[in-house]
């Protein structure tokens, strides 16, 4: 292990890590209670990576593109879909809601899940022409909590994926849950992993000012850390901008 690598059952489990002050902090307490060690979680990530200009995008609905096209699957995967709908001039509200729906399941194939994803599509648009008058700017205009309930009702889109599209197409300050955020926390102790996708965009809205900017770094380097470093099977911490916050630093990453 040379390079610091150390399997994620090495680590003391969250149970153990909080262990000393088990009576103090009920699971409740944990969720709700804002953790101003979060600041100091993210100032170590732009230390150590800097700024990562997400999203990936040209413009605020291939943003809400992307966001659909890469549920469950990787960006390399969504962004050729991406490519795709571009070549094909189809990356605009209007052109989108024209074309037929096979024609749109063929061009987004390789993200995957393409049937369902460009059925997805078609409920979005037709979300914004029906509620919002085919407008973007009207759509981001609607008050957070508002929008983010209406997004919530369209067919495919769930939390993470309204979440990203209010913070990087609309610039709306929530912040994205992914599977890399849940993992860290758990792994440094922060929380159960058993808290629902509610309790911990609560728990990082609570630590942190409402920003979207701050938003927008910190959810992108998360997804950093977790594509880099702190990985499902082995997490490499001893080069891990994270590792000085281990409850515990494991012996396998000294
Ligand atoms: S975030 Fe970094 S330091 Fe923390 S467990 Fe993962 S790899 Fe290790």
Redesign the pocket.
């Known amino acids: 292990m040379s390079k610091g690598l150390c399997l994620h059952g090495s680590?003391p489990s969250s149970a153990e890590a909080r262990r000393p002050t088990r009576d103090r902090r009920s699971r409740a307490a944990i969720t709700l209670e804002p953790l101003p060690v979060l600041h100091q979680y993210y100032d170590a990530l732009f230390r150590a990576h800097g700024e990562q200009r997400w999203w990936p995008a040209r413009t605020p609905f291939e943003v809400i593109v992307g966001a659909i096209l890469v549920q469950n699957t990787t960006w390399v995967n969504a962004a050729r879909a991406i490519a795709h709908l571009r070549s094909a001039k189809l990356l605009t509200p209007a052109a989108l809601a024209k074309v037929p729906v096979f024609r749109l399941a063929r061009l987004i194939r390789p993200s995957g899940y393409f049937r369902q994803k460009a059925r997805k599509l078609k409920a979005f648009v037709e979300f914004l022409q029906q509620e919002h008058r085919d407008s973007l700017k009207a759509m981001f205009a609607t008050p957070t909590a508002e929008l983010r309930e209406q997004l919530l009702r369209v067919h495919g889109i769930g939390p993470e994926t309204a979440d990203s599209i209010l913070l990087y197409a609309g610039n709306h300050p929530v912040f994205v849950i992914d599977a890399y955020t849940r993992r860290?926390l758990t792994?440094?102790g922060l929380s159960q992993g058993k808290e629902s996708y509610e309790e911990l965009r609560g728990l990082f809205e609570k630590s942190l000012p409402l920003d979207a900017q701050l938003f927008n770094e910190y959810h992108a380097l998360i997804v950093h850390?977790g594509k880099h470093?702190?990985q499902a099977r082995a997490?490499?911490?001893s080069d891990?901008a994270?590792?000085q916050?281990?409850p515990t630093p494991p012996e396998a990453?000294a």
């Open positions: 680590f860290i792994r440094h850390t470093h702190c997490a490499s911490c891990c994270l590792r916050f281990l990453s």
